[in-house]
């Protein structure tokens, strides 16, 4: 391993270093608040490799990975995210009496599976990242032990996702079978020189959507999605909504862009009932559930859904579309669970409608919050989520992808109905007498938190355009 | 640098009056009542001073937002922005008056809502940037949703639902058609921009013109509202507070008409040339369908909402007539409908603080308990009815005139409309002022509040039908599209 690659993978070799400390710390002395600080120290100095790292890009470690700037803004946007969801989960796991100090070696695990994600361009690292992120998400899912329901959730995703797996691993050999080669560029040349796509690739690569669509929770592979999301721990909810997905997506980008997807008209055809599938049914059962972490579940693969519109359109704005979309999504998918953390109590969490009764009048701060958030994932203006809808609708008139962007639409008035179902719920009057879990007082590192959420939500939605050059820049690299 | 400050004044007063209530809500309705009145008199000032003669813009601003992608902060103010304004404040100020002492609860997130819809009504009429247009058209959704969704009557939050999907559903169609217009417009001249002037005239073909001019249309009609797309409107205009529907009835519909003027029509005149026939049929059948539903009616605010279907359907006849004569009765239609439909929802809110029931059944004979508040009433709804003297009277009589020289029989029908009106508006007399009443308590007639929002509008609506040439001029500043 030569000097360069070593600084280039610099803040996925300290985040891993930093697991290994931390279970000789746990080792040395079980103590929650020193986990919990030495982790997020290794997330910062994680961050702070990204800077050295940017020397060297565009820089290959052949054959496996590849460190430009569409991995490298990845790797921030994945160890924010981490941070945030860390930051938000001192309290939650606090107050719940299991041992709490071995989720802070799996948190950073599952974060480095989705790093490897991120920088990889080989089948084999991309099945080694979706392995360490799914074995690490095994015991996270599965970590309030106590709960019933937490246990179910956690078999369940063990179950499908070994399944999803052994699907992913047989198309990659189908797909090696024909053309030799593992390495995405590889894929691409070769196909390129048949000039078409025989039909063992073509099942390969259906068998690997299988295996990618499970993680993403596109349908048809989405039923795990509610189940695990109301089984899981709040703050692996929210990893499972943003990271999980958000690296397995940006593996699907790279890899449809270096096989050049859009020439093979069977691929597109196979994404796009995916996509129209996702919104529609991810909106449509949204439409009656009582329970915000199953809304959310099922209004995640609606923004897959979305997500893969811009990914069909085919044009470059397409994929700065989604970069931004996933910056946009992983604020806001990270704020409404922050927000049910905050307002979980140790008996129970909150997640059925009826605790957000009345919300407003009783924590307005926290209700301002939550609806900012709500507003961004249905697209309202002056939140990020607004502008990321319309970079996607932009990147879709672009493409003339007349019809997803009318199925686009009409699902985006279907999301609009269950998320203002939610924000009139806290809107009302709260009922007189009722028995709330909800707590009296609110923890204030997760509320500074939140704040520090709210403001970037709307000052990307205010001034996109810093974040917008970045990402047309990194684009143009990769295209 | 004014018109940013138009738009600003009531976003700071908005949370500054949230602020303020924590401390004191008389503190909170000062705040507003104080930024709509400095925006008023600014609007007035401009009104009173702007040169009779010269360019039709007034003020131009613009910067930079996102240049990414074309887009800017770009506005400015022409003949029907600055009439739009004035109405805007004016009614905006008689919002915060009239919940004065209706509005108890929440004092200062009420505000908060209340100027946000202001500013976001102020941004649509100053816009010349079609991405801020569709911005500031989606930020006026949601401070009225909560406007209606909690200060509402019984009905409030399917009102404020329904409400909600209609015009966004016709909002994302226009941003289609936004989108679309920009890359076509990129594709043909090499420029990528949101910018309204650049997009005049921009080549394509007629076919996709009219596609796109649907878009456009769909997201006005719903906000107008025209048959079919009105259902919304009795329900959130009958569930919302006072303030709510004055603001709703007198602005929000003004804004689909604002933008048939200011965008369907300059950005696809041969499109619109081509829909005219059947849009000017659309609106006649919402002039006489509107008011025969609204005589139907037995729920006050449920009949006036009706009236303001039957209305707008003027307007639409009238914009799509294409001669300066139907355009100013348009302009005068949309000032005089605010006002007088504005007023007529003032009184029946005053009515229902005093006997508790928008039921017109249960109400008769109360001009011998409230004679004041009676022959207010009398005077808007002579108005409504379109009594010579009186704006309305002006506004559907140019109408009328522009259109017959556009469509005959279109008029002829929408002259029929009003005798419809006639006979809704003598009802609403008839029933709640006139004919018996059992009641044998006295009620308080207008206080000295109310009195002051009454004569106000007393006043503009006469003004409005006796000296209308100020507005007459004034709207001639803008760009017609005439055939």
């Known amino acids: 391993m030569s000097f360069a690659d070593f600084i280039s993978l610099g803040p996925l070799i300290t ?120 074995i690490s998400l095994y015991g996270l899912i599965a970590y309030l032990r106590a709960r019933e329901r937490s246990d179910e959730a956690g078999i369940k995703y063990l179950i499908l996702a070994a399944l999803s797996s052994a699907f992913l691993l047989f198309g990659m050999a189908l797909v090696y079978a024909f053309t030799g080669h593992m390495d995405f560029p590889g894929i691409g040349a070769a196909l390129r020189q048949a000039g078409y796509i025989p039909v063992t690739v073509l099942a390969g690569f259906g068998m690997m959507l299988i295996g990618i669509g499970f993680k993403l929770g596109v349908v048809p592979f989405h039923m795990w999605a509610p189940d695990i999301y109301e089984g899981a721990p709040l703050p692996v909810s929210a990893f499972i909504a943003t990271i999980s997905k958000g690296g397995m997506l940006v593996v699907l980008i790279r890899f449809y862009v270096d096989i050049h997807g859009n020439d093979y008209s069977m691929i597109w055809w196979m994404l796009a009932i995916v996509a129209v599938a996702s919104m529609f049914v991810g909106n449509w059962l949204a439409l009656t559930q009582q329970n915000i972490k199953r809304i959310l579940a099922y209004s995640s693969i609606a923004h897959m859904g979305y997500i893969l519109v811009a990914f069909l359109s085919g044009v470059q704005t397409g994929l700065e579309a989604i970069s931004f979309y996933l910056v946009a999504y992983f604020i806001t998918s990270i704020g409404a669970f922050g927000v049910l953390i905050v307002m979980s109590s140790s008996v129970q969490d909150a997640e059925t409608l009826d605790d957000y009764r009345g919300m407003f009048w009783r924590y307005p701060w926290v209700a301002t919050v939550f609806t900012a958030m709500l507003l961004s994932l249905a697209g309202i203006p002056l939140t990020a989520g607004f502008i990321g809808k319309f970079y996607i609708v932009m990147a879709g008139v672009n493409g003339h992808m007349w019809f997803l962007l009318f199925m686009l639409v009409i699902n985006s008035v279907i999301g609009l109905y269950y998320y203002i179902r939610i924000i009139a719920m806290m809107f009302k009057t709260p009922a007189t007498g009722e028995v709330t879990y909800i ?41 | 640098m004014i018109l940013l400050l138009l738009i600003t004044i009531p976003l700071a007063g908005g949370l500054l009056s949230w602020i303020a209530a924590a401390r004191n809500t008389l503190w909170s309705r000062y705040i507003a009542l104080a930024c709509l009145l400095t925006d008023l008199a600014i609007a007035g000032q401009i009104w009173a001073t702007h040169p009779a003669s010269g360019g039709r813009w007034l003020y131009q601003y613009k910067v930079d937002w996102v240049p990414h992608f074309g887009i800017s902060l770009n506005l400015a103010m022409d003949g029907l922005s600055l009439l739009m304004l004035v109405l805007t404040f004016f009614l905006g100020a008689l919002a915060v008056l009239i919940s004065w002492k209706e509005i108890n609860q929440r004092v200062g997130f009420f505000h908060f809502n209340l100027l946000f819809v202001l500013a976001g009504i102020t941004g649509v009429f100053l816009t010349m940037d079609l991405f801020l247009f569709y911005f500031f058209w989606e930020m006026m959704l949601i401070p009225m949703y909560f406007l209606i969704g909690i200060w509402g009557h019984e009905h409030r939050e399917y009102a404020a639902n329904k409400f909600f999907l209609f015009t966004q559903a016709g909002g994302l169609l226009m941003l ?176 229902y603080e005093r006997i508790h029931t928008r039921n017109i059944q ?35 009589f140019l109408i009328l005139l522009g259109s017959w020289q556009a469509n005959r029989w279109i008029t002829i029908f929408a002259a029929i409309g009003l005798v419809v009106a006639t006979a809704y508006s003598l009802r609403i007399m008839q029933k709640v002022f006139f004919g018996p009443g059992d009641r044998q308590y006295a009620l308080p007639d207008l206080n000295k509040r109310e009195l002051v929002i009454i ?13 209308p040439q100020p507005v007459l001029n004034t709207s001639q500043k803008t760009d017609y599209v005439v055939r």
Request: neutral net charge.
């Open chain 1, 15 to 134: 985040l891993f270093t930093a697991v290994v400390i931390s279970m000789l710390l746990i080792a040395i002395r079980r103590n929650h608040r020193i986990t919990y600080a030495f982790s997020l120290l290794a997330y910062l100095m994680a961050l702070t490799a990204i800077i050295p790292a940017m020397l060297y890009i565009p820089h290959t470690v052949p054959p496996l990975l590849v460190v430009d700037e569409f991995s490298l803004f990845n790797t921030g946007l994945v160890l924010t995210s981490g941070f945030i969801i860390l930051l938000l989960s001192y309290n939650y796991f606090e107050e719940r009496e299991e041992r709490k100090e071995e989720y802070y070696l799996l948190l950073p695990l599952a974060t480095t599976g989705a790093l490897v994600l991120v920088v990889s361009r080989h089948f084999m690292s991309l099945f080694l990242g979706l392995e360490i992120l799914s």
């Open chain 1, 439 to 479: 707590k009296p007082s609110l923890p204030v590192a997760g509320n500074i938190t939140l704040m520090l959420l709210t403001l970037i939500l709307i000052g990307l939605g205010v001034y996109p355009t810093a974040m917008m050059q970045l990402i047309q820049q990194m684009m143009k690299m990769i295209v």
């Open chain 2, 176 to 351: 289609l058609a936004i989108l679309a217009l920009y890359f076509i417009h990129g594709a043909n001249t090499g420029v990528y921009t949101y910018d309204y002037f650049s997009l005049l005239h921009t080549p394509m073909q007629q076919e996709t013109a009219r596609w796109l001019m649907l878009g456009f249309l769909i997201a006005f009609l719903v906000k107008l509202p025209a048959v079919p797309f009105h259902t919304w409107l009795p329900d959130a205009h009958t569930e919302a507070p006072t303030a709510g529907s004055v603001i709703l009835a007198g602005l929000l519909l003004k804004t689909g008409a604002y933008g048939i003027l200011r965008l369907v029509l300059p950005l696809f005149p041969e499109a619109s040339v081509y829909f005219a026939p059947w849009i000017m049929f659309l609106g006649v059948l919402g002039i006489i369908y509107g008011g025969m539903l609204a005589y139907a009616q037995t729920d006050l605010k449920r009949l006036i909402a009706y009236t303001s279907v039957s209305h707008m359907g003027f307007v639409l006849v009238g914009a799509f007539s294409f001669n300066v004569l139907a355009y100013e009765g348009v302009v005068m239609q949309m000032i005089a409908h605010g006002i007088s439909t504005g007023a007529l929802f003032i009184i029946a809110g005053a009515l």
């Open chain 2, 362 to 396: 249960e109400m008769g004979g109360l001009w011998s308990k409230m004679p004041v508040m009676g022959s207010a009433a009398m005077i808007f709804v002579m108005a409504s009815l379109g009594l010579p003297g009186l704006g309305n009277f002006v506004a559907e």
């Open chain 2, 455 to 467: 004569v106000a509008l007393v006043m503009a609506i006469l003004l409005l039908g006796l000296h």
